[in-house]
């Protein structure tokens, strides 16, 4: 097992380093510049604390990771090892999205990518809502592209009918609807979905993305090899 040592020169055995760094979000082999042993004054559990530095060369960050004692089984006794709880701070991963539908709707990503911090940091209360809004940019500047004439209507209509009125492709159309449904949920008082939850919520979004993106591609090569192209 790897170990981590203290400024008194004790050696402190550890489950495992972190092997990515929480500021950079990249996969490391870092070194632990310091270490101490916290004796929590509510809880029995001693934890440790130590400083790491990143080595890529992009980020060389310190960061924190966060250790707890615990009784492990080793050979046929058992000692006690610090486990890997986590590392912070940490630096929201950015979503993956298709370049085509951030140059549709940049505030769609930065809501969605808000939303996604939210959930990251585990703020379960007010991520979903996030995600609902960020539904909506997504639905109406797609249904803006597609039907330029209606842009002033689109953007007046509720989210719910004007994904009925504009949205002509069924899937994105299906996902898109399902998706409000439960992001209303998450903006109401009373829950209606009670056997769906947030999970339900991202991945429809997800599937709604997924959808415009190939929407958009489809059109793209349309427009370029279909329409004047030889
Ligand atoms: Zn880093």
Redesign the pocket.
């Known amino acids: 097992m790897p170990t981590i040592s203290l400024p008194t020169g004790e050696f402190i055995e550890v489950n495992s380093s972190p092997d990515e760094?929480p500021?950079?979000n990249?996969h490391?082999h870092p070194k632990a510049i310091g270490a101490q042993v916290v004796e929590a004054s509510r809880r029995r559990t001693l934890t440790m604390e130590a400083i790491f530095l990143?080595p890529?060369h992009e980020?060389t960050?310190f960061f924190i990771a966060y250790y707890e004692q615990s009784l492990v089984s080793q050979g046929r006794g058992y000692s006690y090892v610090y486990k890997l709880v986590t590392a912070l701070p940490r630096t929201p991963k950015k979503p993956a999205v298709f370049d085509g539908i951030i140059s549709l709707s940049p505030n769609f990503y930065e809501i969605y990518s808000q939303a996604s911090e939210a959930d990251q940091r585990k703020l379960d209360q007010v991520a979903g809502v996030g995600y609902r809004k960020a539904l909506e940019f997504l639905v109406k500047d797609y249904c803006c592209l597609k039907r330029p004439d209606d842009a002033e209507k689109i953007r007046a209509t509720m989210l719910g009918p004007c994904i009925d009125r504009y949205v002509t492709d069924e899937n994105i159309r299906d996902c898109a609807k399902l998706a409000t449904w439960l992001g209303n949920d998450e903006t109401h008082y009373v829950r209606k979905w009670t056997d769906r939850d947030i999970n339900d919520l991202k991945a429809l979004i997800s599937l709604t993305l997924s959808w415009v993106e190939t929407s958009i591609k489809t059109d793209q090569y349309r427009s370029a090899m279909l329409n004047g192209g030889s």
Do not use: A, D, L, V
């Open positions: 760094c500021r950079c990249k490391i990143c890529n980020c960050s």
